[in-house]
């Protein structure tokens, strides 16, 4: 069955230091993966997406994900955090069919001035 | 702009009461789904709908049931809410030409519901 595994439920950051926020997946077939971000009071918006085509995948607002066959990983990296940036953020994998996205329990991202 | 618009942001029942969570999407999309978040659990997938009439269970759908009588409109039902369904109910769609594997899934911004 798919699934994805979010590292850290919480992880904070000073302005100006990496980001770095992990994902492991679990699939049964050539995954489809997804990091999106949840503003507060806000639904959720798409950040980047990996659909096979390249393993390194830039998204909006700086952020980038590296696809990781053998580690089974999709971990999203930021170089310089911004106080913007603190939010909510979920990794998700598509199902099997094709016809929905499992997502991952979330990870609350903090940054200080 | 792409719209998805949850009709309530901000509902109180008791338990045992019939509670109805409206979705509409402006985008012309053919699937359609509903998504319980929680602080801890994420999103789990209740139901989805990827035409009129047509529904599928998600990975939660007990205690749930789903309408979808027009392509816009997207329905979750509880029928006799319990206190365990407070949470948060986010609605979806995509279109379903490659919608959901291009991740392209618009969000409402949720309906939070308390059950007392």
């Known amino acids: 069955a798919q699934s994805v595994t979010q590292l850290g439920s919480h992880v904070s950051v000073s302005e100006g230091a990496l980001v770095l926020l992990r994902c492991n997946y679990s699939s049964s077939v050539p995954p489809y993966l997804f990091w999106y971000v949840q503003y507060p009071n806000q639904g959720l918006q798409l950040l980047l997406k990996?659909?096979?085509?390249?393993?390194l995948v830039k998204g909006i607002n700086g952020f980038e994900a590296e696809f990781k066959k053998s580690e089974t990983s999709f971990h999203l990296t930021k170089p310089s955090a911004h106080m913007s940036d603190a939010a909510e953020y979920f990794c998700a994998v598509s199902n099997q069919a094709g016809t929905a996205l499992i997502f991952g329990k979330g990870t609350t991202l903090s940054v200080s001035s | 702009d792409v719209k998805v618009t949850q009709s309530s942001r901000y509902l109180v029942k008791r338990t045992g009461e019939k509670v109805f969570l409206e979705c509409v999407q402006d985008?012309?999309?053919?699937?359609m789904f509903w998504y319980r978040q929680d602080p801890g659990l994420g999103l789990r997938l209740i139901y989805f709908?990827?035409?009129?009439?047509?529904?599928e269970k998600g990975d939660i759908p007990e205690g749930y049931s789903v309408s979808r009588e027009k392509k816009e409109r997207f329905s979750l039902i509880l029928e006799s809410a319990s206190t365990n369904q407070t949470s948060m109910y986010l609605c979806?769609?995509?279109?379903?030409?490659?919608?959901?594997?291009?991740?392209?899934?618009?969000f409402g911004e949720g309906s939070r519901l308390t059950v007392l």
């Open positions: 990996y659909t096979s085509a390249a393993t």
């Open positions: 709908s990827y035409d009129v009439k047509m529904k």
């Open positions: 985008m012309d999309h053919e699937n």
């Open positions: 979806a769609s995509s279109t379903k030409a490659g919608g959901v594997l291009a991740g392209e899934l618009f």
